[in-house]
């Protein structure tokens, strides 16, 4: 079965800083793997995804992740944070098994703080 | 287009009733999920439903259970309920099965007390 890890629990970043969120999937073959992000009191948001092809991916909102197989990871930066950036963020990867489909499988997500 | 919606957004419930949750995906899209999300576990997988079938289905108990119509509108069922049941349910829609792309609705908060 596949899983994610988010390192960080929390995190804190000055505004105009840049950012990296860390995200390490297990999984048997290539993945599908997403960014969400959520606000307090709201559902999830889709940040962007990587199916194939280039594994630097453009988000919405200024986000971008670079998929490195070797390393089992997608991490998610941004250049300079704003202060509405300030969210819970969610890595999620999606596998098939069997012919069937098995879901999305999240991280348990990483406070993003942001410093004035 | 619109997103996903659901009802009732908030909830209070009495230990041992049972409570209907709705969803309604983003038009177009055939395959509905629900999680459940708590502060102690996280987001974690309930089940599944693409053109009215359960596709897949995570590690709950059978008090949990879910159904798709023919429009793709989802409903899930919490039976005999229990205060750790509390949690915000999310669904969401996706316009393939599994592995796909999904986009959250904004949630159901349940409180059970």
């Known amino acids: 079965a596949q899983s994610v890890t988010q390192p960080d629990i929390h995190i804190t970043v000055s505004e105009g800083a840049s950012l990296e969120l860390r995200c390490n999937y297990s999984y048997g073959a290539t993945p599908y793997l997403f960014w969400y992000v959520q606000s307090p009191g709201q559902g999830l948001q889709l940040l962007l995804k990587y199916f194939s092809g280039d594994t630097l991916v453009q988000g919405i909102k200024g986000f971008e992740a670079e998929f490195k197989r070797s390393q089992s990871s997608f991490n998610l930066r941004k250049p300079s944070v704003h202060w509405s950036d300030a969210a819970e963020y969610f890595c999620?990867?999606?596998?098939?098994?069997?012919?069937?489909?098995?879901?999305?499988?999240f991280g348990k997500g990483t406070h993003l703080i942001i410093q004035p | 287009k619109a997103g996903v919606t659901q009802t009732p957004r908030y909830l209070i419930k009495t230990r041992g009733q049972q409570v209907t949750l709705s969803c309604s995906p983003i038009?177009?899209?055939?395959?509905v999920s629900w999680y459940q999300q708590t502060p102690g576990q996280g987001l974690q997988f309930l089940f599944e439903y693409f053109s009215e079938t359960q596709r897949n289905k995570g590690n709950f108990p059978g008090r949990f259970s879910g159904r798709q119509f023919s429009n793709s509108r989802s409903e899930m069922n919490v039976s005999t309920l229990e205060l750790g049941d509390s949690a915000l349910y999310l669904c969401a829609s996706s316009p393939g099965v599994g592995g796909s792309e999904q986009y959250f609705g904004p949630g159901t908060r349940l409180t059970v007390t």
């Open positions: 999620a990867v999606g596998a098939w098994s069997g012919g069937g489909a098995d879901g999305l499988t």
């Open positions: 038009s177009g899209h055939r395959s």
